[in-house]
T-cell receptor, first 115, second 113 residues
Framework: DGGITQSPKYLFRKEGQNVTLSCEQNLNHDAMYWYRQDPGQGLRLIYYSQIVNDFQKGDIAEGYSVSREKKESFPLTVTSAQKNPTAFYLC??????????????FGQGTRLTVV | KNQVEQSPQSLIILEGKNCTLQCNYTVSPFSNLRWYKQDTGRGPVSLTIMTFSENTKSNGRYTATLDADTKQSSLHITASQLSDSASYICVVSAGSRGNKLVFGAGTILRVKS
């Protein structure tokens, strides 16, 4: 089955630790995205990548880092510099970020909690 | 500033009843508008996508409308089922190439038996 997979589903982090969220897709999509979802708010873009070895900051990139070494993978690292990391994180992919009818397919999300 | 406002914030209806969710946007230049359904703790799943030239699109019991002049969209759910309980998110693509997505906060729908 083609799809986009996020892991783990739940993640707990101690203050001061870096953690990495995994996102893998086998849809052969060029573009991949990371969003953060907080209660009562719309999804906010953290980082996006349109092609391998290239990525761009979104609206709330501070305290986060990404890499895109393979087309299929776009891991997100939440660093200790992110002061309020507790949230639901969603990864998405699409064929081409510039198409008028581009549809984004989402993973099942990772819920990160700082303990 | 590009914004997407959804109403109501939450809604409770009885199984079998119809309901309509609203989405108003101030996004320019407009490219397309999508409605997503998000079950609790899951990723959003696309229901419909409409460009500025389309004013109605259906997907089973879901019918979306778009008025590009008033910058309003609605999602009508017919004969609701318990499985319709979810958050419904309106997403507008901005930019001349539709390459910036602006998300609404969503409407939480609960269908009761």
């Amino acid at each position: 089955d083609g799809g986009i997979t996020q892991s783990p589903k739940y993640l707990f982090r101690k203050e001061g630790q870096n953690v990495t969220l995994s996102c893998e897709q086998n849809l052969n999509h060029d573009a991949m995205y990371w969003y953060r979802q907080d209660p009562g708010q719309g999804l906010r873009l953290i980082y996006y990548s349109q092609i391998v070895n290239d990525f761009q900051k979104g609206d709330i990139a501070e305290g986060y880092s990404v890499s895109r070494e393979k087309k299929e993978s776009f891991p997100l690292t939440v660093t200790s510099a992110q002061k309020n990391p507790t949230a639901f994180y969603l990864c998405a992919s699409s064929i081409d970020r510039v198409s008028l009818n581009t549809e984004a397919f989402f993973g099942q999300g990772t819920r990160l909690t700082v303990v | 500033k590009n914004q997407v406002e959804q109403s109501p914030q939450s809604l409770i209806i009885l199984e079998g009843k119809n309901c309509t969710l609203q989405c108003n946007y101030t996004v320019s230049p407009f490219s397309n508008l999508r409605w997503y359904k998000q079950d609790t703790g899951r990723g959003p799943v696309s229901l419909t996508i409409m460009t500025f030239s389309e004013n109605t699109k259906s997907n089973g019991r879901y019918t979306a409308t778009l008025d590009a002049d008033t910058k309003q969209s609605s999602l009508h759910i017919t004969a609701s089922q318990l499985s319709d309980s979810a958050s419904y998110i309106c997403v507008v693509s901005a930019g001349s190439r539709g390459n910036k997505l602006v998300f609404g906060a969503g409407t939480i729908l609960r269908v009761k038996s």
